[in-house]
């Protein structure tokens, strides 16, 4: 299903639609949010926050076309949000020092110079959302790369450690089997063979010298 179709669906008011995509894209959030956040409980709160903002746009019928690159750009900025609420937390001074300062540019520009309705290009020129949205994209595909990269020499380790254990158990058993029959414990019928392999071979290497 392209994007166009998905976010029509949405907009047009498919709550069953809109459930499912939104089931489907729960563990992703999350995941992106805790790698962000490093705690479960800001994760959890930076997922519901995410989720609330989209059905609150489905319900306008504004969300936007590529929604999977909106729900990144809406779990950094809830993410921001969260750190930014935890650090004016910690640090009561710094709610009252940004009420009262004004930025550089508002306090010296005169009124002559403020946007005027003609100027709608230039205004929307001036706007930090979308160099923040190609910023926290570019992170998360990286973060995403070293993710994979991560997975494939894990999941490379583990097939040569299960490969070795399995070789060695195979290796154990076949001489626990072959001393099994040697001391007749076992007779021929249950040695498939082993004992009389292990004497042709392997013993031999053990009376070397001898």
């Known amino acids: 299903m392209t994007n166009i179709e998905i976010s029509s669906r949405i907009n047009g008011g498919d709550k069953e639609f809109l459930r499912e995509y939104l089931a489907s894209k729960t563990q992703s959030i999350f995941t992106t949010a805790f790698r962000e956040l490093q705690n479960r409980n800001d994760a959890m709160e930076a997922a519901r926050s995410v989720l609330a903002e989209v059905k609150k746009r489905a319900a306008d019928g504004t969300c936007p076309v590529d929604m999977d690159a909106w729900l990144e750009y809406l779990v950094t900025v809830s993410c921001n949000d969260i750190v930014m609420k935890k650090l004016l937390a910690a640090n009561p001074d710094l709610t009252s020092s940004f009420a009262s300062e004004k930025p550089a540019a508002v306090q010296t520009a005169p009124a002559s110079v403020q946007p005027s309705p003609a100027q709608p290009a230039a205004a929307a020129a001036l706007s930090p959302v979308p160099e923040i949205k190609n910023v926290s994209r ?29 070789i060695v158990t195979l290796l154990l058993a076949w001489v626990l089997l ?32 001898s």
């Open 138 to 166: 570019e992170s998360n595909e990286k973060c995403k790369k070293k993710d994979i990269e991560r997975i494939k020499r894990n999941r490379r380790r583990d097939v040569a450690v299960t490969a070795i254990l399995i």
């Open 178 to 209: 072959s001393l099994l029959y040697l001391k007749g414990i076992i007779s021929m019928d249950f040695s498939f063979g082993l004992a009389d392999w292990f004497n042709q071979n392997v013993l031999k290497l053990f009376l070397i010298g």
